[in-house]
């Protein structure tokens, strides 16, 4: 019996798995072959998205349920992690078949740095949306710039995350060791209950636009909190990988009284390098042929383009989502 991967199925399956006492990867593996974009077998990939309100989490589902509309032999199912780190390491493990991930955390995954001792066995599906470092402080706390963190109680996201990736490099960046705050190493959930109750001083989060969990905050608390622009630090983050980049929150997304300038890095969907490259390709062509409906989940699903899909460097594009990616640039 095929062994079905996504953390929601496992438990619910174990018994039947070890009564037929083998085991074998259900989206399989590259067998060399021609990419034909079918697929012969029913299949199942699970897919690792990100903090519950999030939009990694918003648009991780609508996708599953597109994949599952159209069929094609693939079914998929998508559960709640702890984002980018954590999702490229279940990823190589088997844990997961798709997984979204900041692009500054994936490459270092193929690199081999960062929070990775080794190079990756990854590659990508396509980039997607972009992500926002949304840094958010309570007015009491005082604080005016990165540097006024010092000795405060600065949540820095869920462990083995993109955003706990990030905020480390900004602190850093500011000339503040992790040391030099009270890192409360917290979910967006989390972050944003501690933010309402007063007992965090400061957040970050990286996330596409809208975050649900930062519309709740805002919407509940906006006379206690302002963004923080973050952006005289980018200097140096640049220095670390050219892929952070100054961008602006505007003003309409959470109703704030102006444009916040802040520092924003791509979003990817990865795989493993050895994935079924049919599989690989039903899954990308799926990305774009229901764009419209992952747009209905989650705004930030309107920057999935067709001209940024291979913009994925330094992560090599699978070979069945370069096929796909053909297929949808080719003239009608």
Known sequence: MRRIVGITLVSTLAAATAACGGRQDTAGTDTGGAVTCEVAQATRVGIATGNAIGVYFAVGNAFAEQVNAVGKNVQATASETGASVQNIQQLVAGTYDVAFSLAD?????VNGTGSFTAKQPVQALSRIHTNYTQVIVRKEAGI???????GKRVSTGSPKSGTEVIANRVLKAAGLAETDVQAQKLDLTKTVDGMKEGT???????????TPGITDLLTTGADKVDFLDITPV???????NEVY???VIPAAVYKTP?????????NVLLVRENLDPNVACVLTKTLFERKTQLEQANAAAKEISLDTARKTSPVVLHRGSAKALDDLNAPK
Request: glycine residues 10%; negative net charge; charged residues 25%.
């Open 105 to 109: 955390t994936a490459a270092d995954a």
């Open 144 to 150: 005016k710039d990165v540097a006024g963190m010092k």
């Open 200 to 210: 965090i001083d400061a957040m970050f989060f990286s996330g596409g636009l809208p």
């Open 234 to 240: 980018l200097p140096e983050l640049q220095k670390i």
């Open 245 to 247: 980049q100054e961008g």
């Open 258 to 266: 102006a444009d916040v300038k802040t520092i924003v890095v791509p």
